[in-house]
């Protein structure tokens, strides 16, 4: 009869015992780890590549993207900026979002001076020393203003004939287009030359923006 008794105490403390762990808040003495990875850009607006995912996979223009990498403004070819400090100077990317006039490697390459090199010298026949500091600066000045030559900060861009002009991000510089045929719509940019001749050899659209590849560079003298 003992025996029973003791047995039957235990077995009425079970469903209190269960019923109060389940009431209790679990607690892990190895909580769960979170990984926070960065969302890729072509998933956040219409399933679309950002200008800065085009430019990472076209290896055609791999030469343009490594001297834009090196300036802050780059960071707008990414749909998570809408604007970035330059210096004193803020930039930022309205709604109507980029243009990208890329040249080939191969029109970078036939430059006879390379951006990097800085600007030519204002009377060759001079032979002018500077430190390496002043070289560092007027490089980097010379490829910043080369890079916003080939920036349009509207997109995307019509060509209604003969002719269309659109300021550059670069102050001052305009690029004209001359379209033999076009109302503006569908492959028009297909018929259209960039100021003295420079032809469009395809483009891709990206979802802040297009990427139009050239087969030549933009003038910046």
Same mark, same amino acid.
């Not at 430059?111 to 500077?130: D, V, Y």
């Not at 004209?176 to 045929?181: G, I």
């Given at each position: ?9 235990? /077995? ?30 072509? /998933? ?56 990208? /006039? ?54 995307? /861009? ?64």
């Amino acid at each position: 009869m003992q025996r029973f008794l003791s047995f039957a105490i235990i /077995l009425s403390l079970v469903p209190f015992s269960f019923s109060a762990t389940a009431n209790s808040p679990q607690i892990y003495l190895n909580p769960p780890e979170f990984e926070i990875v960065d969302t890729p850009s072509y /998933l956040q607006v219409n399933n679309m590549p950002s200008l800065a995912d085009l430019l990472t996979i076209e290896s055609s223009a791999s030469i343009f993207y490594s001297y834009a990498r090196e300036l802050a403004l780059s960071q707008l070819f990414a749909d998570s900026k809408s604007s970035v400090r330059e210096g004193e100077q803020k930039r930022t990317v309205e709604n109507a979002g980029l243009t990208l /006039l890329v040249p080939t490697n191969k029109a970078v390459m036939a430059l006879a001076r390379k951006p990097h090199q800085g600007p030519p010298p204002k009377n060759a026949n001079e032979g002018i020393t500077i430190s390496d500091e002043e070289f560092h600066k007027l490089s980097k000045e010379n490829v910043q203003r080369w890079v916003e030559a080939h920036i349009i900060a509207t997109s995307p /861009l019509t060509f209604p004939a003969p002719a269309v002009t659109y300021d550059t991000v670069l102050q001052g510089k305009s690029v004209s287009f001359t379209s033999t045929q076009g109302n503006g719509e569908g492959e028009d940019w297909k018929t259209v030359t960039i100021e003295d001749g420079i032809k469009i050899l395809s483009t891709k659209q990206a979802s802040n923006g297009m990427l139009y590849l050239i087969d030549a560079t933009i003038d910046i003298d």
